[in-house]
């Protein structure tokens, strides 16, 4: 990630759960809308809308950023 979007996740971050909650829900619908537009196959659509709905009945099971990331380097 470039210094800019760092900044950006920074600034994101430091806002309220709330705030976060509908930045992630914003996300979400954004790609949704991108893999629709684009025409993802079936699978993948129905695969984002299988995590937003799962994300909706459950907003507080979330993992937080620096453990995906964490988990995301010991791969590489």
Same mark, same amino acid.
């Given at each position: 990630?470039? $210094?800019?979007?760092?900044?950006?996740?920074?600034?994101?971050?430091?806002?309220?759960?709330?705030?976060?909650?509908?930045?992630?829900?914003?996300?979400?619908?954004?790609?949704?809308?991108?893999?629709?537009?684009?025409?993802?196959?079936?699978?993948?659509?129905?695969?984002?809308?299988?995590?937003?709905?799962?994300?909706?009945?459950?907003?507080?099971?979330?993992? /937080?950023?620096?453990?995906? /990331?964490?988990?995301?380097?010991?791969? $590489?």
């Amino acid at each position: 990630m470039g $210094k800019l979007k760092d900044k950006n996740l920074d600034e994101i971050l430091k806002r309220s759960m709330a705030e976060k909650l509908f930045v992630v829900e914003s996300l979400w619908e954004n790609i949704r809308s991108e893999a629709v537009k684009n025409g993802t196959d079936k699978e993948g659509i129905e695969f984002v809308n299988e995590r937003l709905e799962a994300y909706k009945k459950n907003p507080t099971k979330i993992k /937080k950023w620096e453990d995906i /990331k964490k988990g995301y380097l010991k791969k $590489k």
